[in-house]
C-alpha cells in the first residue's frame, strides 16, 4: 500500500513564529487532506487538497501531486495551533485511507 | 451542520463482552470509515464502506466487524474484545470531499 510520511515529528515554536510541515507519499494520488488534533483529541479537517494551493486564514496548503508531496504552513503561530498535524490519502485505485504518523507542534507563548 | 456522531465517548468492558460502537452523519456521504489510534502507531483504518452494503477491510480489520444497512449509520462491532482492541476510535464520513470524525470513542478491555 501507499507510505505517507510526515516531516518533522516534532516542532516547538514561540509564538508568532512560521512553520512548514511536509508530507511525502509514495503514490499518485486524488486526494489528500489535513487534520489538526487539538490536545482534547478532537480531529478538525483543515484542508482537502488533492492538487494546488488553498488558504484559509493563517493556514495554507500546497499539494504537489506529480512530486508526491504536500506542504502546510502556519503562519503567526499561536498558543491553540498546538496538537498534532496529520496528512492522509489513498493509494492508486484505492479507496483505503492511510495517514501519516503526524507532526507535534507545540506552541509556546 | 455537518456532523458525525458517535456514542459512547468512553466504554470500559471485559475481555469477550461483545459490544457496539454507534456512528450517524447527517451529511449523506457515501463513504464512511473507522480508525483506531494507538500511541507511537498514529490512526489506522479498519473498515470502511463506499455505500449501503459496500464495505471493505482496512489495514487492522482482525477482530472487528461492521455493517452499513443504510446510509446514515455505520456501526463497529467487536464481538469477543480482548485487551489489546483497548484503544482510541474514531468514525468518519466523507472521501472526494472533507472527511469529518466524532469525537472518538475510548475504549477499555480488561
Known amino acids: 500500500g501507499i507510505q505517507v510520511e510526515q516531516s518533522p515529528p516534532d516542532l516547538i515554536l514561540q509564538e508568532g513564529a512560521n512553520s512548514t510541515l511536509r508530507c511525502n507519499f509514495s503514490d499518485s494520488v486524488n486526494n489528500l487532506q489535513w487534520f489538526h488534533q487539538n490536545p482534547w483529541g478532537q480531529l478538525i479537517n483543515l484542508f482537502y487538497i488533492p492538487s494546488g494551493t488553498k488558504q484559509n486564514g493563517r493556514l495554507s496548503a500546497t499539494t504537489v501531486a506529480t512530486e508526491r508531496y504536500s506542504l502546510l504552513y502556519i503562519s503567526s503561530s499561536q498558543t491553540t495551533d498546538s496538537g498534532v498535524y496529520f496528512c492522509?490519502?489513498?493509494?492508486?485505485?484505492?479507496?483505503?485511507?492511510?495517514f501519516g504518523k503526524g507532526t507535534k507542534l507545540s506552541v509556546i507563548p | 451542520e455537518a456532523q458525525v456522531t458517535q456514542n459512547p465517548r468512553y466504554l470500559i468492558t471485559v475481555t469477550g463482552k461483545k459490544l457496539t460502537v454507534t456512528c450517524s452523519q447527517n451529511m449523506n456521504h457515501e463513504y464512511m470509515s473507522w480508525y483506531r489510534q494507538d500511541p507511537g502507531l498514529g490512526l489506522r483504518q479498519i473498515y470502511y464502506?463506499?455505500?449501503?452494503?459496500?464495505?471493505d477491510k482496512g489495514d487492522v480489520p482482525e477482530g472487528y466487524k461492521v455493517s452499513r444497512k443504510e446510509k446514515r449509520n455505520f456501526p463497529l462491532i467487536l464481538e469477543s474484545p480482548s485487551p489489546n482492541q483497548t484503544s482510541l476510535y474514531f468514525c468518519a464520513a466523507g472521501y472526494n470531499s472533507p472527511l469529518h470524525f466524532g469525537n472518538g470513542t475510548r475504549l477499555t478491555v480488561t
Open positions: 492522509a490519502c489513498p493509494g492508486a485505485g484505492s479507496y483505503q485511507l492511510t
Open positions: 464502506s463506499m455505500n449501503v452494503e459496500v464495505t
